[in-house]
C-alpha cells in the first residue's frame, strides 16, 4: 500500500507517503498545484490567505493550524512535502498521534499552555463555522461546552490553569462534536464533513422556538456520539407545554411511529439544570432494561457533556407501566438500577431521579438526585431510505431474539407454558 518512493530526501515525508495509496497521492498532488496556482507562486507553494479560503478556517484557529502544517516556519509557505506530513500525522496517524496534534492545535497562542482562553478562541471559531458570525459572540452557550472541561495544570507563574493532555482528552470524549470539529479540518470543505452537520429541527408552526430546549447548539452536541445518516431531520413528538404533563399522550406521540425509531429525550427541571437522554431502540412496555450499547445520557447545562456505556453492566433503557411491584417502578429512565437510576421521570411526570451511575460513567445530572421536571420534551429522529429500513429490521430481530431467548430460558427451568402472566 502507499507509495514510498520520492524524489525528495527527507525521511518524515518519505514516510508520511506511505500512509498513501498512490491514488491518494496524486490526489492530493492535484489538491496542492490548484491551491499554489491560486497563491501565484509558479506553483511551488501555497499561501495562507489561500489555505485559509480553501479549507474554511477563520480566526487564530486557522493560522495556528497553518503554523502546525508548516513545521513553525513562519514563511506563509505551504509546501507539498508540509501538506502530505501533516495529512499522514492528522489523519492517518496512531490515537495518540492525531489527539496530540489537536491539542496543540487548540493552544491557538502556541505557547504551550492550553488555557480557557484558548477554548474561548477555538469555541467561537467553532460556532462562526458551525452556526452564523453571530453565534460566535453567544459567550452563554460557549461557557456551557467550556463548563465540561477541566483545567489541572499549574502554570510556573502561578497564573490561570491550564488544560493537561490528559484533561484535553478527556473534555473531547464530553463533547465528541468539538472533536469531530477539530478532527475534520483538512478534510475536503463539503456540507458532510464531520463536526459541521447540525440536524434539522422539525416542529409545528404554532410553536415557538424560544419555549424549545432543544437549541441548534445543543442538537449539534448530542448529534457528535451518532452516525451521519442520524443528523439529518429532528422531529418534535412531545413537549409538555403542548401535550400536557402525560405519560400516556408521551407514550402514545412517540410510539407506532414508521418515520423514527430512535428518540432524543430532553428535561428541564425545578433548578434549572438541562439534561437527557438518546434511546437507540423505540420504547417498550417491559417490566426490566433493555437496550443497546448505543444509547447515552447527556447534560446540556450548565455543562454540555456526554455520557456513553461503560460495558458495566446492559442497563440501558427502562420503560414500565401499570405494575404494582415496588421492584418495579413505573416511568422510564436509563442505566443504574431499579429506583436509582441514572435518570428516571416517574409516570406521573412530576417528579424523577438522577444518581451518578457506573452503566453509562455519569454523574448526577442535576443538583440533586430528586429532581422535579418542569419541562419534558422528545423529539424523533427521522431516519431516511436504506438506513431507516436497516435499522427497523435489526430492532426488529433483537427484540424477537429477546422473546425467544426469554422463553428457552423458562423451557429450561420448565415454567413455559404454566405461567399465569
Given amino acids: 500500500m502507499g507509495n514510498s518512493n520520492s524524489s525528495s530526501g527527507n525521511p518524515r515525508f518519505a514516510l508520511a ?52 502544517v508548516t513545521q513553525h516556519r513562519k514563511d506563509d509557505k505551504l509546501t ?103 478532527g475534520s479540518l483538512l478534510m475536503p470543505p463539503d456540507p458532510g464533513r464531520p463536526g459541521f452537520l447540525v440536524p434539522h429541527l422539525l416542529y409545528p408552526d404554532n410553536v415557538d422556538p424560544v419555549m424549545l430546549l432543544l437549541k441548534k447548539e445543543y442538537a449539534w452536541h448530542i448529534g457528535g456520539a451518532l452516525p451521519q445518516h442520524e ?36 428535561i428541564k427541571d425545578q433548578d434549572g439544570y438541562v439534561y437527557g437522554g438518546y434511546a437507540s431502540q423505540p420504547w417498550e412496555r417491559l ?7 448505543k444509547s447515552f445520557l447527556f447534560q446540556l447545562y450548565p455543562a454540555a457533556s456526554i455520557f456513553r456505556p461503560t460495558g458495566a453492566n446492559t442497563n440501558i433503557q427502562w420503560c414500565a407501566v401499570n405494575f404494582t411491584s ?30 451518578s451511575c457506573t452503566t453509562f460513567g455519569s454523574p448526577c445530572l442535576s443538583k440533586t438526585s430528586k429532581i422535579q421536571p418542569e419541562v419534558i420534551e422528545c423529539w424523533g429522529i427521522v431516519n431516511s431510505g436504506k438506513a431507516q429500513e436497516k435499522q427497523h429490521n435489526a430492532v426488529k430481530g433483537t427484540v424477537l431474539e429477546r422473546f425467544k431467548e426469554d422463553r428457552n430460558m423458562l423451557k429450561m427451568v420448565g415454567i413455559a407454558g404454566n405461567s399465569n402472566e
Fill in 17 to 68: 507517503s506511505r500512509a498513501f495509496t498512490q491514488k491518494k497521492l496524486e490526489d492530493l498532488k492535484s489538491l496542492f498545484v490548484s491551491l499554489a496556482s491560486q497563491s501565484q507562486s509558479n506553483g511551488r507553494y501555497v499561501s495562507y490567505p489561500v489555505f485559509q479560503e480553501y479549507f474554511g478556517l477563520k480566526g487564530s484557529l486557522g493560522e495556528r493550524l497553518f503554523d502546525l
Fill in 326 to 355: 415496588e421492584s418495579i417502578p413505573n416511568g422510564i429512565g436509563f442505566g443504574g438500577r431499579a429506583n436509582h437510576f441514572g435518570l428516571f421521570i416517574s409516570a406521573s411526570f412530576d417528579q424523577g431521579q438522577t444518581f
Fill in 80 to 182: 507539498f512535502e508540509d501538506l502530505v506530513i501533516a495529512k499522514a500525522t492528522y489523519e492517518k496517524g496512531t490515537d495518540d498521534e492525531i489527539d496530540e496534534f489537536i491539542y496543540q492545535l487548540v493552544d491557538v497562542n502556541g505557547n504551550g499552555i492550553l488555557t480557557r482562553s484558548d477554548l474561548e478562541s477555538v469555541m467561537a471559531v467553532i460556532f462562526e463555522s458551525v452556526f452564523s458570525p453571530e453565534s460566535s459572540h453567544d459567550k452563554e452557550m460557549m461557557d456551557v461546552f467550556l463548563n465540561a472541561a477541566t483545567l489541572s495544570k499549574a502554570n510556573h507563574d502561578g497564573s490561570e490553569k491550564g488544560m493537561s493532555y490528559e484533561d484535553f482528552r478527556s473534555w473531547c470524549s464530553l463533547v465528541p462534536s468539538v472533536r469531530k470539529f477539530l
Fill in 231 to 266: 443528523m439529518e431531520e429532528w422531529r418534535l413528538l412531545y413537549h409538555s407545554a403542548l401535550h400536557g404533563l402525560s405519560f400516556n399522550t408521551f407514550f402514545g406521540n412517540i410510539s407506532n411511529r414508521n418515520d423514527v425509531m430512535t428518540t432524543v429525550l430532553i
Fill in 287 to 293: 417490566s426490566d432494561f433493555y437496550g443497546d450499547m
